[in-house]
């Protein structure tokens, strides 16, 4: 909203220009930006050159402008342009080129800012530059790309915690130059869209506020779940120098856990006209069909280095299910004809690992305590990768049934019966034989992985167990039965801040069982990072788990305190003081990420279907 001090400065501005000279249009010597204020936005301008000084977006409404996450710059020393506002919008013209149009026009309605570029012959005008500092938001840009760092049109730019554009842009050759980097002093995300030229003389950028989230009559004007419409497409972020979704925008590409977002995938609206979050997924499986490599496999060296001579556990299960997913979620049978092929050469990697053909896959480390010791470091089994699963690994089985369970389903669907039937009988021999091997009668519950040498290695696994009951691997009344063992586990050791999110175990590991020998990650350090860390990541298998074994008052407790964490935006940004990220923390609520921002930790949203059903 425009202040009342600047709209009659503004509007005694726009008189002046009905009378006066030609002359007195235009001014670059007005100190304070020119600024625009609705309820869904607040954007500010410099007078003396096209660039943003201030850039937010509440999409419920609710004028929380509070942070603007723009890299904060100078102006450039040379400034060739000259400006002229209305109370809805500010023009740029070049002061040595034609002065009857502008070059760059920036409009403002409650509900839209348009940008409009006009080419001047003979200019050259450079883009219209947008950075924003990453440790200040993490935001993103969904969208099909092509070419590395060029998204096209339409596309969606999501701020986590405050909201969402869709942006439109009026020629379809154009696209947005989208960047990323967090290996700088200053990490950021930043946007350019192109200028006007010979080629493409006017060009109309459209970005309008929007909430994207499942429409749920059930908690209609419930403001307690605000945190679920500002965030429920957090999962999704796309690193545009891979061209895949990522943990975040600049951080690493993981195929062991792209099945988190292809299950978020199914439940999401449409993101955009023509652009759904499946169509994310279907692109990133196609970067790794064109051999892409993602943490977890053998050969990923970008951000971070898988240094295993195995491919994780879980990595051929995740792109399975991911790709499955997508397919009977589509129902793309051209796309599943082509990969089909592809899918099946990633079924036999997982499927060739079971060597004593029990049904059960293994990893190629032994996972014997203390035989993570040697001076060459080796990378544990799963996405859980400091602490030391190996051989038989509890979680990989569950995701390792779940693919099978789905290839059954998509051979059925390409009349492939004689593979249904090969994948439905490895899943029968995976479930006939998982239980017996991974459950620890001491305890109650599963264990995480059965090393080489026989020992079963339990620290109250939470996310492992509930895993292996959301994928249907155990019969109702174990399943209860282990759920309240986790349970009455929690209020034993004192865990009940639900609003961090869980811990992954509920003891302390073990120094020879943990891979990396650093208190940063967790060694000998119970309640950082993943020894016992609180986090939001794989919450949602837990709510999910005790919804199905009708514990209800339960997997509320949990999922209404993260409701409050999503609200307040506690799972994004650094704690001060520490320089540590909020995507991890102790059981005090201390900062032990190193993210920033951390996408899995949003797949809990997806337990609001539970919630609402449990009505």
């Known amino acids: 909203m425009v202040s009342r001090r600047h709209f009659i400065q503004q509007s005694s501005m726009a008189a002046v220009a009905l009378s006066a000279p030609q002359a007195l249009l235009f001014s670059n010597n007005d100190s304070e930006p020119f600024s625009y204020e609705s309820p869904y936005l607040k954007i500010q301008l410099r007078r003396e050159h096209p660039q943003f000084s201030f850039f937010s977006v509440d999409s419920l409404g609710g004028k929380q402008f509070a942070l603007s996450p723009l890299v904060t710059t100078s102006a450039p020393s040379e400034l060739p342009y000259l400006s002229r506002v209305t109370p809805n919008s500010i023009s740029y013209f ?122 749920i009559n059930k908690i209609q004007g419930d403001a307690r779940f605000d945190g679920f419409r500002r965030n429920y497409i957090n999962i999704f972020q796309m690193n545009p120098n891979v061209r895949a979704l990522a943990n975040n925008s600049a951080s690493d590409a993981c195929a062991l856990t792209l099945f988190l977002y292809a299950e978020m995938a199914m439940h999401t ?86 060597t004593n053909n029990d049904g059960i896959i293994e990893y190629g480390y032994s996972g014997n305590s203390g035989s993570w010791d040697g001076a060459e470091f080796k990378e544990p089994a799963n996405w859980w990768d400091d602490i030391g699963f190996g051989h038989d690994d509890a979680y990989s089985n569950a995701l390792a049934f779940r693919a099978c369970m789905l290839l059954v389903k998509v051979a059925a669907f390409l009349n492939e019966a004689d593979d249904s039937n090969y994948f439905d009988a490895f899943a029968k021999k995976l479930k006939g034989n998982y239980y017996a091997k991974f459950y620890n009668p001491d305890t109650g519950v599963l264990g995480g992985w059965r090393s080489e040498d026989g020992m079963l290695h339990d620290y109250y696994f ?122 991890w923390k102790n059981w005090k609520g201390e900062c032990w990420g190193y993210e920033g921002f951390l996408v899995d930790n949003y797949l809990a949203l997806l337990a609001i279907s539970d919630y609402v059903d449990s009505f």
């Open 94 to 215: 070049l002061k040595a080129g034609k002065q009857n149009m502008p070059v760059w026009k920036c409009g403002l309605q409650p509900k839209m800012l348009t940008i409009h570029a006009h080419w001047v012959n003979g200019e050259n005008v450079a883009p219209l530059v947008i950075s924003f500092a990453q440790k200040k938001n993490h935001c993103t840009v969904l969208g099909i790309m092509d070419e590395q760092r060029q998204v096209k049109f339409p596309c969606v730019l999501h701020f986590p915690g405050l909201g969402t554009f869709r942006v439109y842009c009026n020629e379809p050759r154009v696209t947005l130059f989208y960047d990323a980097d967090r290996k700088v002093k200053e990490p950021f995300v930043k946007l350019a869209l192109q200028a006007a030229s010979a080629g493409f003389p006017d060009i109309t950028y459209r970005f309008e506020p929007v909430s994207i989230y499942p429409e």
């Open 462 to 583: 939470t996310f492992v167990n509930s895993v292996a009951i959301s994928y249907g691997l155990i019969e109702m009344d174990d399943a209860k039965r282990i759920m309240m063992a986790l349970v009455k586990k929690m209020k034993e050791v004192g865990y009940t801040d639900f609003r961090l999110g869980l811990p992954g175990n509920l003891i302390p590991i073990a120094g020879d069982d943990y891979a990396d020998k650093s208190e940063d990650w967790g060694y000998r350090h119970f309640q950082t990072y993943e020894n016992g860390g609180a986090t939001g990541c794989y919450v949602y298998y837990t709510i999910h788990a005790l919804y199905q074994v009708g514990m209800k008052k339960e997997a509320e407790e949990i999922f209404m305190s993260m409701m409050e964490s999503y609200k307040d935006g506690s799972f994004q940004g650094y704690c001060e003081g520490n320089n540590r990220s909020k995507d």
């Open 269 to 354: 609206p449409e993101l955009v006209e023509g652009l759904t979050a499946m169509d994310l997924v279907r692109n990133t499986l196609e970067r790794y069909f064109e051999g892409m490599k993602g943490y977890g496999m053998v050969g990923y060296r970008i951000s971070a280095v898988w240094q295993s001579k195995f491919d994780s556990s879980d990595s051929m299960p995740s792109l399975i299910i991911s790709a499955c997913n997508y397919i009977l979620d589509s129902k793309d049978k051209a796309w599943a004809v082509k990969y089909y092929p592809a899918i099946k050469e990633w079924a036999a990697k997982m499927i060739i690992t079971d």
